[in-house]
């Protein structure tokens, strides 16, 4: 059987407002929201070229003492990335919808893509990457 990524899954305080963001940020359509048996508000959103699923989710009712995010560099999941062809425009951007630049651009060696940083709401990190052609 060939293995493919089937979704990602971010925590979220407000899983709405989250959701709200990564539209406006990454032009992410929102599929379904809803409160599921668990207790948790589960809203499952796809991309803008639907191959990929992100389910934004409160705490479930059995959640207590939920460790915050981290957008710094640490072991475990600790990115995904986004294309972009224009890095410099996208970062301004996200910077005004409240994302912070951690690190980058840089500019891989023998001809790589050049990638950034960002930490997003819920300090979920993601990279940015843009590939000259």
């Known amino acids: 059987m060939a293995f ?3 979704h990602i899954h971010l925590k979220a305080a407000d899983p709405r407002k ?10 992410l ?22 191959g990929m699923t992100v389910n934004i989710s409160g705490p479930r009712n059995s ?3 939920m460790p915050r995010g981290n957008s710094g560099v640490h072991f475990g999941l600790e990115h995904f ?14 910077e005004g919808l409240g994302a912070k630049l951690l690190e980058g651009p840089i500019v891989n060696p023998a001809g790589g893509p ?6 997003c709401p819920d300090d979920v990190r993601v990279e940015l990457i843009e590939v000259k052609a």
């Open 81 to 94: 990335g986004f294309d972009t062809t224009n890095m410099e425009a996208d970062i301004k951007r996200l």
């Open 63 to 65: 959640d207590k003492n």
């Open 29 to 50: 359509k929102v599929e379904s929201d809803a409160v599921r048996p668990f207790g948790d508000r589960f809203i499952r959103c796809k991309s803008e070229d639907g």
């Open 4 to 6: 493919r990524i089937n």
């Open 114 to 119: 050049r990638i950034a940083f960002i930490a």
């Open 18 to 27: 989250s959701a709200d963001w990564w539209v406006k940020a990454f032009n």
